[in-house]
């Protein structure tokens, strides 16, 4: 029975790291259709990162629980633009759930030329802890 309970964590962390993988190959793909129609004037790529050890929650991956938004932009990003990216992000509810129940724990948006970047931690964004009715 014990075996069956560890044999069963190791299916959902698989199944975990694909649904993880198909959403940032979804999202890397609209946001290069974005670019290329016109609709965003910087292209967005997304990728795993370290995250941030001080984010952590119950779900966090333990692994690259970082969610990386790198702003192929050709110049460093003003704080006030990095800022604007992580906001869009943060205000989809839906979005930032299944980021967290995906184990991700860390927003971080940098440039491509710069050092610096923003990072939020998603646990925060994710409106959880609503009573139940």
């Given amino acids: ?5 560890i044999w ?5 962390w698989f199944n975990d790291r694909s649904e993880r993988s198909r959403l940032i190959r979804s999202f890397n793909a ?5 670019f ?3 609709v965003a004037p910087t292209m967005l790529k997304v990728s795993l990162s370290k995250g941030n050890r001080e984010y952590k929650h119950q779900f966090s991956a333990w ?7 790198q702003a192929l932009s ?4 003003s704080k006030d633009e990095m800022m604007f990216i992580g906001q869009t992000i943060l205000n ?4 930032v759930r299944r980021l967290v129940a995906l184990g991700w724990d860390t927003l971080e ?3 491509d030329s710069g050092i610096y970047g923003c990072r939020w931690k998603l646990i925060d964004y994710a409106s959880i802890g609503g009573l139940l009715t």
């Fill in 1 to 5: 029975m014990q075996i069956d309970n």
């Fill in 74 to 77: 050709g110049r460093p990003l």
């Fill in 92 to 95: 989809d509810t839906i979005l």
């Fill in 63 to 69: 692994m690259n629980s970082g969610f990386r938004i």
């Fill in 109 to 111: 948006v940098h440039d």
């Fill in 36 to 38: 290329i129609q016109g």
């Fill in 30 to 34: 609209a946001a290069r259709e974005s």
């Fill in 8 to 12: 069963n964590n190791i299916l959902d």
